[in-house]
């Protein structure tokens, strides 16, 4: 290289060259990939949607265990669910794990069930499903056994 930093030799123009081609690319491979995980990601919450509805959630589940008889009956719908107070609450996925979805009712609308609710955790079991409502999302990464959630068991009506 010449004192100015302009390649002296054809040797190191090409070099240059291959530099910036290999800077481009990567630049492009990049983007690429940045680009394939944004679009998997949103085909997984489309996909996480579906698969509350599709796995017989919707309808309607009524409590079977007694500390929540005063509820009434949980109305789960395409993107809404009834329950006690709840009338109409938009919920979504926060995360699907083998046997449990974790729920996030809408902030702006209120909802008490057992207290303040803001999420709920779905394990279903055969006909029935246990049901723990939460007001803080610490609570979600906990064990059940540890958490500072209400729970209960509803079957389908």
């Not at 996480?48 to 008889?69: A, H, L, Q, R, V």
Request: contains cysteine.
């Amino acid at each position: 290289m010449t004192r100015n930093n302009q390649p002296n030799t054809n040797e190191e123009r090409i070099s240059l060259r291959t530099l910036r081609y290999c800077s481009v690319a990567n630049t492009l491979v990049l983007f690429l990939m940045h680009f394939l995980f944004a679009l998997s990601l949103s085909a997984c919450a489309s996909e996480i949607s579906k698969d509350i509805s599709s796995n017989s959630f919707e309808g309607t589940w009524e409590p079977e265990s007694e500390n929540y008889w005063g509820l009434g009956d949980l109305v789960i719908e395409n993107d809404t669910l009834t329950w006690g107070n709840c009338l109409n609450v938009s919920y979504s996925v926060l995360k699907v794990e083998p046997g449990t979805y974790y729920l996030e009712l809408a902030r702006n609308q209120v909802c008490r069930l057992r207290g303040d609710a803001s999420f709920l955790i779905l394990e279903p079991k055969p006909s029935k499903v246990e049901v723990s409502i939460c007001k803080d999302k610490s609570e979600l990464g906990k064990e059940r056994k540890d958490r500072l959630c209400s729970l209960g068991v509803l079957r389908r009506k």
